[in-house]
């Protein structure tokens, strides 16, 4: 059964830092999610990475995939506050009808 | 390009009173997923659609919980008889053609159901 298991479920840091949450699912898993969620809204898409090694970038966010540590990343570059949010990420199900497991989320608060 | 609708945005409601939500996939989607987030926690798939059958839902409660989505297109989800612990987020989320590997999951912007 797949789990997918994000840390750290929370993180509050200052402007400009940099930082990193990890994404790790427990079987085989060939694609992975990350999702944006601000409060009372509803999940915005933020990447979609396909392979082992894949890595792609939008401003200040960074994701990367290792299929055979079964881990990804999502970094955060000198972080500024519009990013402050619940970050998600999914795996796809090996076998079924691309089902998503979703981890709990890491709630990211950035002050200014 | 229009977005998933979901409707109501909030509900409240006495526990084993029924309640349902419906959901307008964005044009031309055949896949449609409903899904509940408790607060604090991810995303469960409750039940997938491809066009207007059943994919997986192995993990509804069908004791009180049911879904359509008979012409393929627009969807409900019912609960009957709610009970305290369904208070949640009720998601809609669809995708293009296949549901595929490159598909992403556009969401709605949730009902926000409250049992007390």
């Known amino acids: 059964e797949l789990k997918v298991e994000q840390n750290p479920l929370f993180l509050s840091m200052q402007e400009g830092k940099n930082y990193t949450i990890y994404c790790n699912y427990s079987t085989t898993s060939d694609r992975l999610y990350w999702y944006r969620q601000d409060p009372g809204k509803s999940l915005e898409s933020l990447f979609v990475?396909?392979?082992n090694g894949a890595v792609k970038q939008e401003g200040r966010l960074m994701a990367s995939l290792d299929t055979k540590a079964r881990l990804s990343t999502l970094h955060i570059t000198a972080a500024v506050h519009d990013l402050s949010a619940t970050y998600f990420c999914?795996?796809?199900?090996?076998?079924?009808?691309?089902?998503?497991?979703w981890g709990a989320g890491t709630k990211l608060i950035i002050k200014p | 390009e229009a977005g998933v609708a979901q409707s109501p945005r909030y509900k409240i409601i006495e526990k084993r009173q029924s309640v349902a939500f419906w959901c307008n996939p964005i044009s031309g989607h055949a896949t449609l997923y409903w899904y509940q987030q408790i607060l604090g926690q991810g995303p469960k798939l409750l039940i997938q659609f491809q066009n207007n059958g059943v994919v997986d839902d192995s993990q509804l409660p069908k004791d009180r919980f049911s879904a359509e989505r008979l012409k393929g297109v627009d969807s409900t989800l019912k609960i009957q008889p709610a009970k305290l612990e369904d208070s949640a987020v009720y998601l809609c989320a669809s995708t293009g053609t296949s549901g595929g590997p490159r598909e992403t999951q556009y969401f709605g912007p949730g009902t926000r159901l409250l049992v007390l």
């Open positions: 999914a795996a796809v199900v090996v076998g079924s009808n691309y089902q998503l497991i």
């Open positions: 990475l396909l392979s």
